[in-house]
């Protein structure tokens, strides 16, 4: 068969799946979580063995190692997936939720209440959690999946969605309701973005390239994630001492995900005294750091920053800084060049963060603080689907809500117009 029949038949299975999945009691969901969670647990032997074939393979193909640091699962990572499919259980079902109700003069009945999208279609890259987070927050608001992971993590998804479809299955979720693709050529993702009559909508979860990849050739709607250029702007006013622990957190704690900082920008007044001291931490923990030439005037030995540097997003351990003359500059650079993900100042003048939330254009803005606790997780909505950066439907941290629409339900007693 070829590609795209083998998708599309995935497509329609998940489908037939969805009709029933939108009809389930939330006990039968919160059971087949919990299911699962301890499936993950009972079978983590299994799981890691298919991991460390992953692993060396990665290491063989000469993978970036900010890339292998996602693919990798230990016993904390796996029990941090069941953890969250738990969470997910305890949260509120969103599913039939009535948000709006009116009786009109005619003696109408609307009401607007939440249902499932249908079938999800998210593809993502190497980081096997997506696969344990995408199923829980699908199931639990109704949904069914297809999922498409990077090729660097295939047999650690084969073996994560073998183990969920057991556990959910034998707790009364559909068949079908988690379909994963195990085809490896990038042209599965061209067929899942062609099958608009049979994917309600697609989530992309990668790097810039895979996100621009699936907007391009999508005619499924498409809520685009991930793509994260972070700065952290330390304003004249900061407390110094608590500055330096955020700036060096929120680079160094995970660096190869999407919420660590990339840009930090200084205060003119402060730069002379705080550059050398976050600098030297920054050194100590073995970021490159990127200055601009106010920054290089200060510590010649910064390697200079280039244009598109301001605009990369790293993963890795490297670090621009910048310069500036006050909050408006600031704003003004982070505007610029930010994705829209997440974006922090670290003041105690109160008028200057009330500016900074107001005027920065990014779907989490901190006040002192990291940029790294953007995460669904983190917001008390369990596991998450993704970090929105876009304005409609959905924006920041994707929790179950975000994986629903709405439907008007009417009620009449034979009126006619």
Aim: proline share 3%; glycine share 6%.
């Amino acid at each position: 068969m070829l590609i795209k029949e083998v998708i599309a038949e995935q497509a329609q299975l998940a489908q037939d799946a969805a009709l029933k999945m939108a009809s389930l009691t939330t006990e039968t969901k919160n059971a087949a979580l919990l299911a699962m969670a301890d499936a993950l647990e009972k079978r983590q032997d299994e799981i890691l063995a298919a991991n460390v074939e992953d692993v060396e393979t990665a290491k063989k193909n000469s993978t970036r190692l900010n890339m292998i640091d996602r693919l990798i699962l230990n016993p904390k990572r796996i029990a941090d997936m069941a953890e969250g499919l738990r969470q997910t259980a305890t949260l509120p079902d969103p599913i039939g939720r009535e948000d709006f109700h009116v009786t009109r003069p005619n003696g109408l009945k609307i009401r607007r209440v939440r249902v499932p999208f249908g079938v999800i279609g998210i593809i993502y890259e190497a980081r096997p959690n997506v696969t344990v987070d995408a199923a829980a927050l699908c199931l639990k608001s109704g949904n069914a999946c297809i999922l498409r992971g990077g090729s660097e993590a295939i047999r650690t998804n084969k073996k994560l969605t073998d183990i969920l479809n057991d556990a959910a299955i034998s707790k009364g979720i559909p068949e079908h309701a988690i379909e994963f693709v195990r085809i490896t050529d990038r042209d599965a993702i061209i067929a899942m973005c062609r099958l608009r009559n049979l994917i309600d909508v697609i989530i992309p979860r990668g790097g810039a390239g895979l996100i621009a990849r699936v907007v391009e050739h999508s005619i499924v709607p498409v809520i685009e994630t991930g793509t994260g250029v972070c700065h952290v702007y330390v304003d004249k006013e900061a407390n110094l001492e608590m500055a330096l622990k955020v700036a060096l957190s929120a680079k160094i704690s995970r660096p190869s995900v999407c919420n660590s900082m990339e840009t930090l920008l200084i205060h003119k007044y402060i730069a002379e005294t705080f550059l050398p001291d976050i600098a030297k931490l920054m050194i100590e923990h073995g970021v490159e750091l990127r200055g601009d030439a106010e920054c290089l005037k200060i510590l010649p030995d910064m390697k200079a920053a280039t244009d598109k540097d301001w605009s990369t997003e790293y993963n890795d351990l490297i670090c621009n800084v910048k310069i500036v003359d006050d909050v408006d500059a600031a704003i003004a650079h982070i505007n610029k060049y930010n994705t829209k993900h997440s974006d922090a100042i670290l003041t105690e003048d109160k008028a200057a963060a009330e500016k900074f939330q107001m005027q920065v254009d990014s779907a989490c803005v901190y006040v002192n603080t990291s940029t790294r606790f953007t995460d669904g997780f983190e917001f008390g909505f369990g596991a998450e689907i993704g970090i929105s950066t876009q304005k409609l439907h959905a924006r920041g941290p994707m929790g179950l809500e975000a994986l629903t629409t709405m439907k008007y339900l009417i009620e009449g007693n034979g009126q006619t117009r």
